[in-house]
């Protein structure tokens, strides 16, 4: 079966400080990857997307990036955190079609101070 | 452009039926999803159903599709306290893989 993991859990980090959040699944191959970002527990906004190593699509310009050096590795990352970069921030992976649906990591809670 | 709505709270009381309503725009959507989230957690899959279809059902959980209002519901069926809980509605994104999702019902069984 498949399997989805997020680190770290949680995260306080200061403004201006670097980010790194990591996302792995096991038990397939050639997922579709996805970071999402959830403010104030609701509405899941769509920050990144992948369709195979390297392939990465940006659905929001802002100071984030991802990055997917293996299969099933997906990271985020930031240069400078900005207060506004708080939230939970949630990894999902789905197959490559044709009913797309998405399977979610257990997420980071990230807060910038 | 795509959109997805929903109510965004829902009380009822342990073992009444609970029905979660959500509408989308997008006419050429294929799949629609619903998610549970519970506090802290990732989103947990509960269920689809294909745009073919009117109806599907699984234990106590029945997704109506009326595809001519784009209109999707949720039914839970003797509501326990165990699914209070926020539930989304999505809809795939055109032929791509990506989901759009809506605000989220907050669901609250009282005992």
């Known amino acids: 079966s498949q399997t989805i993991h997020q680190w770290p859990a949680t995260l306080v980090q200061p403004v201006g400080s670097p980010l790194s959040l990591e996302c792995t699944v096991e038990?397939?191959?050639?997922?579709?990857l996805y970071w999402y970002r959830q403010a104030a527990g609701r509405g899941l906004q769509l920050l990144f997307y992948?369709?195979?190593?390297?392939?990465i699509s940006s659905e929001v310009p802002q100071n984030l990036s991802a990055s997917r050096p293996q299969d099933r590795q997906f990271i985020l990352s930031s240069k400078k955190l900005l207060l506004s970069d708080s939230g939970f921030y949630l990894c999902?992976?789905?197959?490559?079609?044709?009913?797309?649906?998405?399977?979610f990591g257990p997420g980071t809670r990230l807060t910038v101070t | 452009g795509e959109d997805v709505e929903q109510s965004l709270f829902l009380s009822v009381r342990e073992g009444d039926s609970s029905v979660i309503n959500c509408t989308y725009t997008?006419?050429?959507?294929?799949?629609l999803y619903w998610y549970k989230q519970e506090p802290g957690a990732g989103l947990q899959l509960l269920t689809y159903?294909?745009?073919?279809?009117d109806m599907k059902q699984d234990q106590r959980l029945t997704v109506l599709l009326n595809k001519k209002d784009k209109h999707l519901s949720l039914r839970i069926a003797d509501t326990q306290t165990g699914d209070s809980a926020i539930y989304f509605c999505?809809?795939?994104?055109?032929?791509?893989?990506?989901?759009?999702f809506g605000q989220g019902t907050t669901l609250q069984v009282k005992p």
């Open positions: 159903i294909f745009s073919n279809m």
């Open positions: 999505a809809e795939r994104s055109g032929n791509t893989g990506k989901l759009i």
């Open positions: 997008d006419s050429s959507s294929t799949y």
């Open positions: 038990g397939t191959s050639n997922p579709n």
């Open positions: 992948s369709v195979g190593i390297g392939q």
């Open positions: 999902a992976w789905s197959f490559g079609g044709p009913s797309y649906e998405q399977y």
